[in-house]
């Protein structure tokens, strides 16, 4: 039995990944902006688009924003588009060194252009942290990842520039940057770009890894701090989300199922069959893939792009497939509340889910946490109807459609203690993620992954006080376990 070790891992393959890496981002980034004269097609808003850029730029952004609503299908597709060439550009000037880590921040990046993270609030806290690097003296292009996972913090900014604390009332268009908005922006991206860092860099020994977005854990934590500090302590009132009534959003149904079903099938085929092709036109490995934990293992390093690839894409049908089911779950039981449909923030929770598909999460790891979500539910409904009360939500609604993207980064408990391990972490977080978001007032981004990390924390704890031991310590004895037993089998 062989050990992984990271120090045998060639210098050629690292390059391969990072090109890959780099390339596949690209792809991404003008996927988006050849989507846009689409989307202006189908939403006949071609008259409208600059104004609803504007508005997205603009406007508030804190937990929920949908930028559907707020602008419209293209501008949304376009700010997403502009976002990610941004931080293409940056991977290529600073040459960090595009990995799985990079890569996940990226994804985060275009995954909140939909709901909250646009071209002008996301660059105070990106140049804090690269004012960091610059007085510490470290390689911006080390910390990359770390600027772009700041980015969470978006929506303080678009609060500070807009509107803290004079106290208006946002209306559409009706507003513009001051001076004073600006300075206290500047000053928060720079203080930002010192704690962030830190802060994400110690949060890890308080869930031992067992939480993949552990910046949610971090930013969170930050963002309680500072909305209480900003918001509470000094009696303003933070501005609330703004709605546009986009018309040509609200009738469409399901809200652009079609269209975004046929996107995002597009990209994950082009995904399966890249990997496919570059794995010499087979899945080969992808089983073992599947066998692993997902604990502390970068699948790039071990397996590969070619099978990182073939997973992005699996695993992005396997999301795709689950969002149209619970879509129309309030359609087949009527005594279910409505739920969302294809919303800005239910398409970046697609990508929010996919971030470490390369670091790893796969779909065997992570159907335990999002079956402990339909457990919950169907408990919920359960005890609801025996006591005549309304079912107060469903799956579809879009609290727990967000939750459950970052939910997801809860996938090596499952691959480390087992499936039933995993079930509890999906329903400790379900319990939880309807309250996360008024602890820092809906102005961190990551609050799925925050939700994730207190769910983490208390999981290990309680597993640990019981001496719950791992059915599986190192991903190589996972799949050399696996590959004896078969052989036993047979």
């Excluded at 210098?11 to 990072?18: A, F």
């Excluded at 520039?161 to 908005?181: D, H, L, N």
């Excluded at 079912?391 to 087992?418: D, E, H, K, M």
């Amino acid at each position: 039995m062989t050990t992984y070790d990271e120090s045998k891992i060639s210098e050629e393959r690292k390059r391969q990944n990072s090109l890959a890496f780099s390339l596949f981002a690209l792809f991404l980034s003008c996927a988006f902006l050849l989507a846009v004269p689409v989307a202006l097609k189908i939403t006949d808003g071609g008259d409208m688009f600059w104004q609803n850029l504007l508005y997205i730029f603009t406007g508030p952004s804190k937990l929920v924003t949908d930028y559907f609503d707020l602008g419209c299908l293209a501008s949304t597709l376009f700010n997403a588009g502009i976002c990610g060439l941004a931080c293409n550009l940056l991977m290529l000037l600073t040459r960090a060194k595009a990995n799985s880590t990079t890569f996940a921040g990226y994804l985060l990046v275009i995954a909140h252009c939909f709901y909250g993270l646009n071209f002008v609030n996301m660059w105070p806290t990106f140049a804090g942290v690269v004012i960091y690097c610059l007085i510490k003296r470290q390689r911006i292009g080390d910390n990359l990842h770390t600027a772009m996972f700041a980015t969470a913090l978006a929506p303080f900014i678009s609060d500070l520039m807009f509107y803290y604390p004079i106290g208006a009332k946002w209306e559409i268009g009706g507003s513009g940057i001051r001076i004073v908005g600006l300075v206290l922006a500047v000053i928060f991206g720079f203080v930002a770009g010192f704690l962030v860092p830190a802060l994400i860099a110690r949060s890890t020994p308080f869930h031992r890894g067992h939480n993949m977005y552990k910046a949610g854990l971090a930013l969170g934590l930050l963002g309680v701090f500072v909305y209480n500090f900003l918001y509470p302590t000094f009696g303003i009132t933070p501005a609330d989300p703004v709605i546009h009534n986009n018309p040509h959003y609200h009738p469409n149904g399901n809200t652009y199922l079609l269209f975004l079903d046929l996107f995002f099938t597009a990209i994950f085929t082009v995904a399966i069959l890249l990997g496919f092709f570059l794995n010499g036109r087979s899945f080969r490995n992808y089983k073992k893939l599947l066998s692993c934990s997902g604990y502390g293992l970068d699948f790039a390093e071990k397996f590969g792009m070619p099978l990182c690839f073939i997973n992005f894409g699996i695993y992005g049908f396997c999301i795709l497939a689950y969002l149209n089911i619970i879509f129309w779950l309030p359609a087949l039981f009527p005594f279910l509340p409505q739920g969302a449909g294809f919303t800005g923030p239910a398409v970046g929770i697609v990508f929010a889910a996919l971030t470490f598909s390369a670091d790893g999460q796969h779909p065997r790891n992570v159907a335990p946490v999002v079956l402990g979500y339909v457990a919950l539910f169907v408990t919920v409904c359960a005890v609801c109807l025996a006591s005549g009360f309304d079912v107060p939500w469903t799956l579809s609604t879009q609290t727990y459609i967000n939750s459950i993207a970052f939910a997801t980064g809860l996938c090596p408990i499952a691959g480390r203690y087992g499936f039933k391990y995993g079930l509890l972490a999906g329903v400790v977080s379900a319990i939880i993620c309807s309250s996360t978001a008024s602890m820092h007032g809906g102005f961190v981004l990551y609050n799925g992954g925050f939700n994730a990390g207190l769910a983490a924390m208390l999981m290990i704890m309680m597993l640990d006080f019981y001496k719950v031991k791992p059915k599986n310590e190192g991903d190589d004895d996972e799949i050399v376990f696996v590959e004896k037993k078969k052989k036993r089998s047979t």
